[in-house]
């Protein structure tokens, strides 16, 4: 119960800086894949530094998770196609939509219902890549 806590206040704060720092905007989206304003690049890179600053610190400690194991890393797989594939569709979806998945539950959370159909259909994008994983080229 103690480690569901540990999660749920984790995920209150992520939803608080999110909705904070603007970066659930959908305005903020729009003005970024327009090239209009510096705002979620710098809020994008800021997020990139502190993850690659993190996982090099889990990997050289061996951090425990909240439950005690050790936090193991797999290496990447190789190739550029793949993370061209999926982060054309990623982009898409992020354009379309105005939220990646970080900010759907920041969105429903502050109030703005109708963004239940992106996180449906973010749902069911998921179940359809489960039912296509094995006949996909990976």
């Known amino acids: ?33 327009q090239f209009d304003s510096f705002h979620m690049y710098g809020i994008i890179g800021s997020a990139l530094a502190v993850g690659v600053i993190g996982i090099q610190l889990i990997k050289r400690n061996k951090v425990k998770s909240f439950s005690g194991e050790e936090i193991i890393i797999p290496p990447k797989a190789k190739g550029w196609k793949n993370y061209l594939f999926g982060g054309t569709i990623f982009g898409l979806g992020w354009g379309l939509a105005g939220a990646c998945p970080g900010p ?8 703005f219902l109708p963004v239940i159909v992106v996180l449906a259909s973010a749902i069911a994008g998921t179940f359809v890549y489960g039912m296509l994983r094995p006949k996909l080229p990976h």
């Open 1 to 33: 119960m103690i480690n569901t806590i540990k999660y749920l206040l984790t995920g209150i704060a992520f939803g608080i800086i999110m909705f904070k720092s603007e970066a659930a905007s959908w305005f903020r989206i729009v003005e970024m894949f």
């Open 104 to 111: 759907i539950f920041t969105l429903i959370g502050a109030g």
